[in-house]
């Protein structure tokens, strides 16, 4: 198969890379790419957004499988796009990312089917948001509606707290992401984990987990970021995780989804809290997460590039692609000023290669006279895989310091607790 790949961040070179170690594979695109999939495949130069650009080169090029990474391209109708122009796509339809692109739709989709999730209330404006908070106890998660890069969310202790993000976001700091609407949510206790589920459509399957850090800062300290870190599998959750995630979330998501009428197709990142009563949804994501994919990745045996096709034609095949169970970690290292803003980076130096077990992807970056520039933000995500989390996490720093050293720039920094 000619694969190609949307998207620019590590969570697509990180695709790219085990899709072209799958034996169906043939060779690899990516669109825009980065330096990583520019290493082993063709980069082309079209936003990941422009979905008739994308569909007539990829038929143009033959191209027999899309794999389609961020939310953004799913939100603005890609993958329905490449559909319609009789592509064959790995990813969901603009309709289904409704349960990422509008928080509300995802909880009210929720309500409707039984999904467990916490309590909530959708307000307008402060006059609302008041009403709202009068005589609420417990902590409190303001969340702005729509996509909002990270930004949209505020964990409070207690309603004055959210009163004061609210009076902000109603007044000079506006609401993230724009718009007027905004969920505030109980808080919930317990612990984070992501898992992903496999869907054709007609069934779906939690395939894999991973906990992921989104904190800037050692100690889980400093702003929410896209993600700085993470491990996988899953560790301190119980053993029958899948399967009580299957039952409980994965059932009547799949019972929902097909009730309106919605042919899932792609992967479905299940942000959960494991509380004392079980798990319980925080987010949806409609793709694969970002750290999440760079260690999962690494665990990843079979033909991954054909289990991706049967899921795209409707008829997935579990069998195509297995996990070991090895431990993958991951380092993510950014600009210091990340996630505030995005310092470009020039003239690194191309060449990240690591010795088995370890393995650096790239993310948003470009290559240009065989250095690499870094739109800034997250640069590279360094993984190490072991037979435990010590292990893994061992490889995974002493790779990061070999790739500090080697691409020639002290400029990025990392979290030094992944894993602990
Ligand atoms: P989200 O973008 O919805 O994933 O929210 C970002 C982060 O906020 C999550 O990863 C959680 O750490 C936290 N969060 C969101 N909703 C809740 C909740 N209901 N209870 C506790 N923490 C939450
Ligand atoms: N790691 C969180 C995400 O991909 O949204």
Excluded at 71 to 91: H, M, N, Y
Excluded at 211 to 234: E, I, L, Q, V
Aim: charged share 25%; hydrophobic share 40%; aromatic share 6%.
């Amino acid at each position: 198969m000619k694969i190609l790949v949307v998207g620019n961040g590590a969570r697509e070179d990180a695709l790219s890379w085990r899709l072209a170690q799958s034996p169906s594979c043939e060779a690899i695109f990516a669109a825009p790419g980065n330096a990583g999939t520019a290493s082993r495949g063709t980069n082309w130069d079209i936003s990941p957004t422009d979905g008739r650009a994308l569909a007539e080169r990829a038929l143009a090029e033959g191209i027999d499988l899309v794999v389609v990474g961020p939310e953004v391209s799913i939100a603005s109708g890609v993958c329905d796009k490449l559909k319609d122009a009789g592509l064959r796509v790995f990813g969901p339809s603009r309709s289904s990312g409704r349960l990422e692109s509008s928080k509300i739709f995802a909880k009210r989709f929720m309500e409707r089917h039984g999904v467990p999730t916490a309590r909530f209330t959708v307000v307008h404006s402060l006059e609302t948001a008041r009403k709202a908070l009068d005589g609420w106890r417990d902590g409190v998660v303001v969340k702005a509606d729509g996509l909002a890069a990270g930004k949209g969310v505020v964990v409070c202790d207690d309603a004055d707290a959210a009163m004061a993000v609210l009076r902000d976001w109603y007044g000079p700091g506006k609401v993230p992401g724009g718009g007027s609407d905004v969920l505030l949510e109980k808080r919930l206790e317990g612990r984070e984990v992501s898992v992903f589920a496999l869907s054709d459509g007609r069934a779906m399957v939690p395939i894999a987990g991973a906990c992921d850090y989104k904190r800037a800062g050692d100690g889980d300290t400093g702003p929410n970021t896209g993600g700085m870190g993470a491990f996988s599998p899953p560790i301190g959750f119980p053993d029958d995780m899948m399967d009580v995630v299957r039952e409980r979330i994965v059932a009547p998501v799949l019972r929902g989804l097909l009730a309106e009428g919605e042919t899932y197709v792609g992967v479905l990142y299940l942000g959960l809290m494991w509380t004392e009563d079980g798990p319980f949804v925080i987010e949806f994501n409609v793709r694969f997460g970002d750290p999440e994919t760079q260690v999962m990745m690494p665990r990843v045996t079979g033909d991954f590039a054909a289990l991706l096709a049967s899921v795209a034609d409707g008829a997935m095949d579990l069998s195509l692609a297995t996990l070991s169970p090895q431990t993958c970690v991951g380092v993510v290292l950014a600009t210091p000023d990340y996630p505030r803003s995005s310092k470009e980076l020039a003239g690194l130096n191309a060449d990240v290669a690591l010795p088995d077990g370890a393995q650096a992807f790239w993310g948003n970056t470009a290559v240009s006279n065989g250095r690499v520039m870094a739109g800034g933000g997250r640069v590279l995500t360094v993984t190490g895989v072991g037979d435990d989390l010590a292990s893994a996490r061992k490889r995974a720093y002493e790779s990061v310091k070999t790739i500090a050293a080697k691409i020639g720039t002290t400029e990025l920094t990392y979290r030094t607790d992944i894993g602990t």
